[in-house]
C-alpha cells in the first residue's frame, strides 16, 4: 500500500510514545508545556544559558519539540564569535536533524556564516545541500565561484544584478568584483535603472546610479519630481534629452503619465519621440501599451503594435492579447499567443484562450488539441475548457474516501505529530513547514489521508490545500468543505442569496480560519474591514463591538447581509459583485463599461492581478460548492454571464460582495482599494 514507506518512521515515534508513556508523570505534559514556553522566550531574549537549561531538561523528558530549542541554541550560537560551531558540529547537526523544515534554513544561515569568512572551499563543498532560493547565499557561491577561478559565475550574477527588487547587502560585494571584470557594464547599470524605477522602486534607482561615474549620475534630486509630477517635469522641459539620465527619466515620466491620462501621454510622447532611439521608442509605446490596456482603452493595441516584436515583457505580451480579446480580434489573439515565449504559452490561461482562438475561427480540431487534455485540471480554465468540449465531455475525476487506518498512519507520522504539537503553542507557520515536508512525497490516497485528518481536527486551510494537491485522485468534500453549515445557510436565506456564492468566496477569504487577519485589517471568516463590519451591524440595527467580527455567527450574519447590499448595488451582475467585493464597486463598474462582454473575457481584463485571481477561483469554487450543497447547478460560464451594454443578467447567479474586505494588490504600484461601503 502507499503508507509502506513510510512505515518505519511511524514505528519509531510509536515506540518512543510508548517509552514515554511508561514514565509519565500526571504533570508531565504541563512540565513540557513549561519547559517549552521557557525555551521560547530565552530564545527570543537571546538568553543562551537559560535556553541551554530548558533544552536539556526536555531532552531529558525525550520531548517531541525539544529539536526546537536545539535549533535555536544554534541559532543564537552562531552570531556569537566564541561559540565551536565547527564544519563537523553543523554537518552533525545536519545529518541529525535532516527530516526537520528548520535544517535547510539553518544550513543556509550556515552558507552565510561562511561567506562572511570567505571560507570559499567549505561553501561550495555544502551548497549543493541547499534546497531553498536564497540569494544572499546565491551571491556568496558566485562569489567563491568567481575567488576560484571561474569566470561564467561573474556572467551569472547579471541575472541577479537585474532585478528591480533590493538585493542582500553582500550581493554588493558581487556587483563590485563583476564591474571591476568589467563584465557589469554601464549598460548593465542603466537597465537595471530603468527596470528600478518602472516599479516605482526610487531609492533603488538612485543606488544604482551611484555606480556610474559621477557626471553620469549627475541630476538623480529630478527622480522625485519626475515620480511626483511627470506632467510638470515634461511640460517645463526639465529633463535635458541629450543626457542618458535625461532620456531615462523622460521615459520614466511617460510610464508614470501613462497609468491614469492616456491622450495626455500621447500627445506628449509624439512631440519628443523623434529625439529618442528605436530601442527607447519602442519601450515608450510598450508601457503605453500597458496602460491602455489595463485601461480598456480602445487604442491600446495599436501602441503595442508600434512597440514592435522583442520588447516587451511576459506581462506586456499578456496585456497584449488581453486588448486583444477585449476587441474580439480572435485571429490576433492567437498570433499574440504564438509570439510568447513557450513557458508563457504553456500557461493554462493562454491554453484556453488559444483554443477559444482557434474555435472562434472555426478551427475545431486544433481547439480540441489544447481543450482535451486541459479539461482534466480541476481548475478555473479547466472548467471552462471542459464545458467548451460540449459533447467531448472528459471523463468524471476518480473519487477517494481514505480509510481509517490510511488517516492513522498519517497521524503517526513524525512531521504530523510536530505539527500537531506546535499548533498547540500557537505556532502556526512552524507548524505548516511541518505539515508540508512531511506530506510533500505523499501519492494521492496520502494527501486525501492527510486532508481528512487536518478535517478531523478542524484545520480547515490545511485540509483544503493538501486536498488540491492530488493529480488524479480526488476527494471534493475536503477540498471544498462545508463547515458552519447551520449558520451559513440560515444567513444565506434571509439574504436571499445562494450558499453556494458564500461558501465560495468564504473558501477563498479564509479557508474557514475564524480568526484569520488579513494584511489591511480584514477580519474574520467572510474578512470583513472593521468599519464595514461596524457600518454593516448599525444599518442591521444590531449591537456591535469591535471583538465581535472574529465570532462566527456574527461575522456570517454580517457578511450575508453586504454580499445582499453590493449584489443590489452591482444591478444584479453576479461576476461584477464578485469583483467589487475585492476591489471596490467603483472599480467594478468601470471595468464593465462599455459594449457587451462575455463574463470570463471580463475576468480576464481585470487589471489588478490580486481582484482577477481572486474573482477567477470564487465562481470556480461557487460552481463546485453547488454540486456539493445540491443547490441549484449551472455551468461555469453561465455563473460569469455577459457584462455591459444591455447584457441581460442571468437569474439567480448571485454572488457575495465586500469592496473593501480584502486589499487589492494591483498590478499598478499605485492602486489603493476602496473603503467606502
Request: hydrophobic share 40%.
Amino acid at each position: 500500500m502507499w503508507w509502506m514507506g513510510i512505515f518505519k518512521q511511524a514505528v519509531s515515534v510509536v515506540l518512543l510514545a510508548i517509552s514515554m508513556s511508561a514514565v509519565a508523570l500526571p504533570n508531565d505534559t504541563e512540565t513540557a508545556d513549561a519547559l517549552f514556553n521557557k525555551a521560547r522566550d530565552a530564545y527570543q531574549a537571546k538568553n543562551e544559558a537559560a535556553l541551554t537549561d530548558a533544552l536539556q531538561q526536555m531532552q531529558a523528558q525525550q520531548y517531541i519539540l525539544a529539536p526546537y530549542a536545539t535549533y535555536w541554541l544554534m541559532l543564537l550560537q552562531m552570531s556569537n564569535p566564541d561559540a565551536d560551531l565547527s564544519n563537523e558540529r553543523m554537518q552533525a547537526f545536519f545529518n541529525q536533524y535532516a527530516d526537520y523544515p528548520f535544517t535547510d534554513r539553518l544550513r543556509g544561515e550556515w552558507l552565510k556564516q561562511l561567506g562572511k569568512r570567505q571560507d570559499w572551499k567549505t561553501l561550495l563543498d555544502e551548497y549543493p545541500r541547499f534546497q531553498r532560493d536564497d540569494v544572499g547565499v546565491k551571491c556568496y557561491v558566485l562569489q567563491a565561484r568567481a575567488q576560484a577561478g571561474d569566470m561564467q559565475a561573474l556572467v551569472e550574477g547579471k541575472d541577479v544584478w537585474l532585478s528591480a527588487i533590493d538585493q542582500p547587502s553582500n550581493c554588493g560585494q558581487l556587483f563590485d568584483v563583476m564591474q571591476k571584470a568589467n563584465v557589469l557594464k554601464d549598460e548593465d547599470i542603466w537597465a537595471r535603472f530603468r527596470l528600478a524605477l518602472q516599479e516605482g522602486k526610487l531609492s533603488l534607482a538612485k543606488s544604482v546610479l551611484s555606480r556610474l561615474s559621477k557626471a553620469e549620475s549627475t541630476g538623480a534630486t529630478l527622480i522625485d519630481k519626475t515620480y511626483q509630477n511627470p506632467q510638470q517635469v515634461l511640460d517645463k522641459k526639465l529633463l535635458s534629452t541629450k543626457t542618458t539620465l535625461g532620456r531615462e527619466l523622460t521615459l520614466f515620466a511617460i510610464d508614470r503619465l501613462a497609468r491614469s491620462q492616456i491622450e495626455n501621454t500621447v500627445s506628449s510622447w509624439q512631440k519628443m519621440e523623434p529625439t529618442f532611439s528605436a530601442e527607447e521608442r519602442q519601450y515608450a509605446w510598450g508601457r503605453i501599451g500597458l496602460w491602455a490596456a489595463k485601461l480598456h482603452y480602445p487604442l491600446a493595441t495599436d501602441y503595442f503594435e508600434r512597440a514592435g516584436k522583442g520588447i516587451l515583457n511576459q506581462e506586456q505580451m499578456a496585456w497584449k492579447a488581453r486588448s486583444y480579446l477585449r476587441a474580439k480580434d480572435w485571429a490576433k489573439v492567437q498570433t499574440v499567443i504564438n509570439d510568447m515565449l513557450p513557458s508563457q504559452q504553456e500557461e493554462a490561461v493562454w491554453r484556453y484562450w488559444k483554443a477559444r482562438a482557434f474555435k472562434e475561427q472555426k478551427q475545431i480540431p486544433m481547439a480540441n488539441a489544447l481543450l482535451v487534455p486541459l479539461s482534466h485540471e480541476r481548475t478555473y480554465y479547466g472548467l471552462l475548457a471542459e464545458e467548451e468540449l460540449g459533447d467531448v465531455l472528459t471523463a468524471l475525476p476518480n473519487i477517494y474516501i481514505p480509510t481509517a487506518e490510511d488517516v492513522s498512519t498519517i497521524k503517526s507520522l513524525p512531521g504530523i505529530q510536530r505539527a500537531m504539537e506546535l499548533m498547540r503553542f500557537d505556532m502556526r507557520w512552524e507548524s505548516r513547514m511541518e505539515w508540508a515536508m512531511a506530506t510533500k512525497d505523499l501519492d494521492d490516497k496520502g494527501l486525501i489521508s492527510a486532508a481528512d485528518f487536518a478535517s478531523q481536527q478542524e484545520w480547515y486551510d490545511l485540509a483544503i490545500s493538501t486536498a488540491d494537491k492530488t493529480s488524479t485522485l480526488h476527494n471534493y468534500a475536503l477540498r471544498y468543505p462545508t463547515p458552519y453549515r447551520a449558520l451559513v445557510k440560515e444567513e444565506a436565506r434571509d439574504q436571499g442569496i445562494d450558499e453556494a456564492w458564500v461558501y465560495g468566496l468564504t473558501r477563498q477569504e479564509s479557508r474557514f480560519v475564524s480568526n484569520a487577519k488579513s494584511g489591511v485589517g480584514a477580519a474574520g471568516l467572510m474578512q470583513l474591514m472593521p468599519a464595514t463590519a461596524s457600518w454593516v451591524a448599525k444599518r442591521m440595527g444590531i449591537g456591535y463591538s469591535g471583538g465581535m467580527i472574529h465570532q462566527q455567527d456574527t461575522n456570517i450574519k454580517l457578511g450575508t447581509y453586504y454580499l445582499r447590499y453590493t449584489l443590489d448595488l452591482m444591478g444584479g451582475q453576479a461576476l461584477m459583485a464578485t469583483a467589487a467585493y475585492n476591489a471596490g464597486p467603483g472599480r467594478a463598474k468601470r471595468w464593465g463599461a462599455g459594449d457587451a462582454v462575455e463574463g470570463a473575457i471580463y475576468a480576464e481584463t481585470i487589471p489588478i492581478y490580486e481582484t482577477r485571481l481572486y474573482v477567477q477561483k470564487v465562481m470556480a469554487n461557487a460552481y463546485f460548492y453547488a454540486h456539493r450543497l445540491g443547490t441549484k447547478v449551472m455551468t461555469l460560464k453561465q455563473r460569469l454571464g455577459v457584462v455591459g451594454g444591455d447584457a441581460t443578467v442571468i437569474a439567480n447567479t448571485v454572488v457575495p460582495v465586500a469592496s473593501e474586505n480584502t486589499m487589492a494588490k494591483s498590478d499598478d504600484v499605485e492602486s489603493k482599494t476602496e473603503q467606502k461601503p
